[in-house]
């Protein structure tokens, strides 16, 4: 059985020498929720990034684009309401609030008579979908299979300049702030083997990316190393990403909306929005170093011993200018 990158590193950070680890600044599970979150994280502030509709509402009120709501569902006698919500729309995305690792998330890229058809191209019912959303309001995705609400969006028009890097679905970018810097980045590039999700664990590829101009640095699918998409077969040293200055900028901007000092901006790029906040963690993974090829530690550092106070345009510059990488990518 493959194995995921974050086992991977779970099962370096069991078995390298610590002082290997040290020197390659890689920072583990417990040095993470300790160090960082544990400090600069206060508890009271986590339901504004584990509730994606909070977190939606919270973004439009600090102007931080993010896509369209088309509506919320929050009661069993609301599911058969979920069809005339989407009525004029060709596609959506339905969603439970309080779900994790992207599960539950129902995407469907147009409507073909009374179906609904998905990227993979299954059609689904109405009866299919009011299901669906029946299961999110009963918490079987939710944290802790608590009750939730179900969060129907506009679908995604991903820029199409990355169509060539990706399999059916739409690629994320995960960027690492810290106390309002942007650290450390990485793209997920949905697969076959992912079923069209932007997820590691299930068979995405991580491509690590260069804070300064984010292009591709390494890529990396379970314990392989990735230098093309494995459906496609474009090769990722060609990747970079449009606007990433503002990308950038978005990202930063997430400090000082949530309060929240370490933090897990996901990312999208809408052909005609340009980057949007998907959603937030305040317990990123830690699989975005083995996508970079570089731990956090160095960065992390650095940043601690900056002066507070600095605007998120100073704050994006100085990573820019302090985390730039060459790529090992084959041209």
Same mark, same amino acid.
């Given at each position: 059985?493959?194995?995921?990158?974050?086992?991977?590193?779970?099962?370096?950070?069991?078995?390298?020498?610590?002082?290997?680890?040290?020197?390659?600044?890689?920072?583990?599970?417990?040095?993470?929720?300790?160090?960082?979150?544990?400090?600069?994280?206060?508890?009271?502030?986590?339901?504004?990034?584990?509730?994606?509709?909070?977190? %939606?509402?919270?973004?439009?009120?600090?102007?931080?684009?993010?896509?369209?709501? #088309?509506? +919320?569902? !929050?009661?069993?006698? =609301? *599911?058969?309401?979920?069809?005339?919500?989407?009525?004029?729309?060709?596609?959506?995305?339905?969603?439970?609030?309080?779900?994790?690792?992207?599960?539950?998330?129902?995407?469907?890229?147009?409507?073909?008579?009374?179906?609904?058809?998905?990227?993979?191209?299954?059609?689904?019912?109405?009866?299919?979908?009011?299901?669906?959303?029946?299961?999110?309001?009963?918490?079987?995705?939710?944290?802790?299979?608590?009750?939730?609400?179900?969060?129907?969006?506009?679908?995604?028009?991903?820029?199409?300049?990355?169509?060539?890097?990706?399999?059916?679905?739409?690629?994320?970018?995960?960027?690492?702030?810290?106390?309002?810097?942007?650290?450390?980045?990485?793209?997920?590039?949905?697969?076959?083997?992912?079923?069209? %999700?932007?997820?590691?664990?299930?068979?995405?590829?991580?491509?690590?990316?260069? #804070?300064? +101009?984010? !292009?591709?640095?390494? =890529? *990396?699918?379970?314990?392989?190393?990735?230098?093309?998409?494995?459906?496609?077969?474009?090769?990722?040293?060609?990747?970079?990403?449009?606007?990433?200055?503002?990308?950038?900028?978005?990202?930063?901007?997430?400090?000082?909306?949530?309060?929240?000092?370490?933090?897990?901006?996901?990312?999208?790029?809408?052909?005609?929005?340009?980057?949007?906040?998907?959603?937030?963690?305040?317990?990123?993974?830690?699989?975005?170093?083995?996508?970079?090829?570089?731990?956090?530690?160095?960065?992390?550092?650095?940043?601690?011993?900056?002066?507070?106070?600095?605007?998120?345009?100073?704050?994006?510059?100085?990573?820019?200018?302090?985390?730039?990488?060459?790529?090992?990518?084959?041209?």
């Amino acid at each position: 059985m493959a194995t995921s990158p974050t086992s991977i590193l779970d099962w370096a950070l069991a078995w390298v020498r610590p002082g290997k680890l040290s020197a390659k600044g890689i920072i583990g599970m417990n040095r993470r929720n300790i160090r960082y979150i544990g400090r600069y994280n206060s508890r009271r502030l986590y339901p504004l990034v584990d509730d994606k509709l909070k977190t %939606k509402l919270l973004a439009e009120r600090h102007g931080i684009t993010t896509p369209a709501l #088309i509506g +919320t569902v !929050t009661t069993q006698f =609301g *599911v058969k309401q979920v069809a005339a919500l989407v009525e004029e729309r060709q596609g959506f995305v339905i969603k439970p609030a309080k779900g994790s690792g992207g599960k539950g998330i129902l995407v469907i890229e147009r409507c073909d008579g009374d179906a609904y058809v998905k990227p993979s191209g299954a059609h689904l019912s109405r009866e299919d979908l009011e299901r669906h959303v029946s299961n999110i309001l009963s918490g079987l995705y939710s944290l802790g299979g608590s009750p939730d609400v179900a969060v129907i969006e506009d679908l995604i028009h991903f820029d199409p300049s990355l169509t060539e890097y990706t399999y059916e679905g739409v690629p994320d970018i995960r960027v690492i702030v810290f106390q309002g810097y942007p650290v450390m980045a990485m793209m997920r590039l949905s697969t076959a083997a992912s079923d069209g %999700k932007a997820n590691l664990h299930q068979g995405a590829v991580g491509v690590g990316l260069d #804070i300064a +101009t984010g !292009t591709a640095l390494r =890529g *990396v699918q379970f314990d392989r190393p990735q230098a093309s998409h494995p459906d496609t077969g474009h090769e990722l040293a060609s990747l970079r990403i449009p606007d990433w200055g503002t990308l950038l900028t978005l990202a930063a901007g997430c400090y000082e909306m949530t309060g929240l000092g370490y933090l897990g901006t996901d990312m999208v790029l809408d052909a005609r929005h340009g980057p949007m906040l998907l959603e937030l963690n305040a317990r990123p993974g830690l699989a975005i170093q083995m996508a970079n090829g570089e731990g956090l530690r160095a960065r992390l550092d650095l940043i601690e011993r900056q002066p507070a106070g600095l605007s998120v345009a100073d704050r994006v510059a100085f990573a820019q200018r302090h985390f730039a990488r060459a790529s090992e990518l084959p041209a």
